[in-house]
């Protein structure tokens, strides 16, 4: 399978889309927030917070660059993993590496469970200030990584909220 047709962009609100898996860009606690985290526990409904409450309950906060996975609720998708993006400072904690953790972990969470389709939104690219231009080749980077070293995903699609981003990707994908 060719991996330019495997990778999409689109812009719209992630919580329309009819996929297996949605990506939330969430926080630590997981109890949901602002941007597309609370879009995500607002259109899901109750189970995705459950959910989330049981995963804290077992194992504690979410560390920046881990993901964890719940059903999706009310949502179009069967499940929303989660994964805490790194708060931008001017790379001086190794943000990059972690934002990259967040695409892999993700990833990975998805290809284990049999998940074929998954969309990200652009992880920290909102209250967390990540630089949009370098957060978008992160991510494209770590997802065409994974991808020629699996076929267990069959098609990733970043759907971006904002023109911004969406001009981003729609560059560096070549559409």
Known sequence: MDLK?????????????????????ANTSLMGGGGVDGAIHRAGGPQILDECRDIIARQGKCNTGEAVITKAGKLPADYVIHTVGPVWNGEKHNEGKLLASCYR???????????????????????????????????????????????????????????????????????
Not at 7 to 12: A, E, F, H, P
């Open 105 to 175: 972990n993700s990833l990975e969470i998805a290809s284990n469970k049999g998940i074929k389709i998954i969309s990200f939104p652009n992880i920290s690219t909102g209250i967390y200030h990540f630089p949009k231009q370098e957060a978008a080749e992160i991510a494209l980077k770590t997802v065409t990584d994974f991808l020629s070293g699996s076929d267990a995903i069959h098609k990733v699609i970043f759907v971006c909220y904002d023109e911004e981003n969406f001009s981003i990707y729609s560059k560096l994908i070549g559409t």
């Open 5 to 25: 047709n495997r990778i999409s962009v689109i812009q719209g609100d992630i919580t329309k889309i009819a996929v297996d898996a949605i990506v939330n860009a």
